[in-house]
């Protein structure tokens, strides 16, 4: 028997017991006549003790040979800390050791392993196990297990069934490009790897299988950007028989669900504006709502004077900012160079400054009288002690700038708050995109999402106007999940296919199986999926996905522990039927 308890387990309550722990030499004390080891475990941190007066002929010699991270099995009796450390849950005992053993020995390892480490992001991730026998990291991987069960048993409860689907797949497109994995049986032929299971899903459905959900990896070969991961974690969900409004209230019960068991929070709101709302308040599609500044626009109280940055403008459009009209010269100057960096890309930034007195000040006091300026303070919602930022130009530039001015202001002025949770449906999302490069359209969601009952007809003549029975749910400024009515009958399926310039052969090709499918009796059906690695960070008041995945990617896409992707052989290579360029 290696452990009579784990090392977070005894109590005052044990005192007296023979007891056998294991775990990780963390930390060694030796004054000489006295020596403590901590010794860890997943569990927690137990003080083990060794002294000349009590402790056995030899033992203190055996311990002062135990290194940092040295696995051992330690027997003794359970006594009374002399000096108690109410700090940890184990505090008020330690272990008189009577017999240690060596399990294994353990090379200094290359950081502390402490909650306050003293190593840098790539020599932790270069040592994972290392790490993740650190609470920040144990802890996270502990809290996401927690949510999965939360999820599944939520999910089963309300009758949905869990059912795999395959990773060695044709393309399902999600709008990255495919991992494709090469057949060695087939020459020349490839799976792709699951974008997301979206087809099998709506097969499912067909199958009759009515709910179903999956926690399942997907894969997408995205340009790098901050925080996304290659492969990633999806609670993907379809429904049968449903309509809109009932996929958002199951989907509204398992949020809360989680909410309320993982972070103690009670949420019966879930606020709902659509898509274009969402723009026109906020300058983007997932807002966060935790704080107001919200967009006031500006065209028909600024377009009327000499000022020509505004008058030649699409949109003249400003926010609030709480408390900001005590910015400095030299920290309205700062800002305007933070707008004006290639990231934001804004021309130039007019600001007001509300004074408390009733009055205003304003970059642009040349064009604009204080009547002029109290209208703006109305359209922006700004009271006495507010800065009003004003951004101009074509109305899609100007929003998405004006909305990372606002959440950077938000962030400066501590109102995106970690614990506060504030969830909201996106609803009506436009069915089809513009590819400005290319000028073409692309489905928005994915192909298979259906137009709004009444909108198909629109195609030809107005794509843009088409909206969606497509939905996000979003939750202090992040998607954390987005679905929609999908499409069931193989007509439709092939007027979509077809505006989204796919000829006939190609989408027989690539989705006939799915359009055969949906002759032999598709039920109405519609899904959602949730992004489970990016929900757990938020839940657990963190940004960074990184430190919620065991063994994460860095943020060029590799494993540096394991060193992937890499080199494959000749050998290997052959028997895939694939060549190199430079054997070519
Ligand atoms: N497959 C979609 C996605 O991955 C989700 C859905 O429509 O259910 O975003």
Known sequence: MYRSHNCGELRSAHIGQSVTLSGWVQKTRDKGFVIWVDLRDRYGITQLVFDEERSPAGIMEQSRSLGREFVIQAKGTVIERASKNSNIPTGDIEILVSEIQILNTSMTPPFTIEDNTDGGEDIRMKYRYLDIRRNPVKDNLIFRHKVTMEVRKYLSNQGFIEVETPYLIKSTPEGAR????????????????????????????????????????????????????????????????????????????????????????????????????????????????????????????????????????????????????????????????????????????????????????????????????????????????????????????????????????????????????APLWVVDFPLL??????????????????PKPGHLSLLETDPDAVRANAYDLVLNGNEIGGGSIRIHDKETQATMFKHLGFTAEEARAQFGFLMDAFQYGAPPHGGIAFGLDRLVAILGGQETIRDFIAFPKNNSGRDIMIDAPAPIDGEQLKELHLKLDEQA
Request: aromatic share 10%.
């Open 178 to 421: 495919d991992f494709v994995v090469p057949s060695r049986m087939n020459e020349g032929q490839f799976y792709a790897l699951p974008q997301s299971p979206q087809t099998f899903k709506q097969l499912l459905m067909v199958g009759g299988m009515d709910k179903y959900f999956q926690i399942v990896k997907c894969f997408r070969d995205e340009d790098l950007r901050a925080d996304r991961q290659p492969e990633f974690t999806q609670i993907d969900c379809e429904m049968a028989f449903i309509e809109q409004e009932d996929i958002l209230n199951v989907f509204e019960g398992l949020t809360a669900h989680l909410l309320k068991e993982i972070v103690g929070v009670d949420s019966s709101n879930f606020p709902r504006i659509t898509y274009d709302e969402a723009l026109k308040k906020y300058g983007n599609d997932k807002p966060d709502i935790r704080f107001g500044m919200e967009f006031g626009e500006l065209n028909a109280v600024a377009q009327h004077k000499d000022f020509n940055v505004f008058n030649t403008a699409e949109l003249v459009v400003g926010i609030a900012v709480p408390g900001g009209a005590s910015h400095t010269r030299k920290e309205i100057d700062a800002l305007v160079d933070w707008v004006r960096r290639p990231q934001i890309g804004a021309k130039g930034m007019v600001y007001v400054k509300c004074n408390d007195d009733g009055s205003f000040k304003s970059s642009v006091d040349k064009f604009y009288n204080q009547e002029d300026l109290a209208l703006w303070a109305e359209k922006t919602g700004a009271k006495a002690g507010d800065l009003i930022c004003v951004l101009s130009g074509d109305t899609h530039t100007t929003r998405g700038q004006l909305s990372a001015l606002r959440m950077e202001m938000a962030e400066r002025l501590g109102l995106r708050k970690p614990d506060e949770f």
């Open 433 to 450: 995109e513009l590819d400005i490069e290319t000028g073409n359209y692309h489905a928005m969601h994915h192909p298979f999402t259906s």
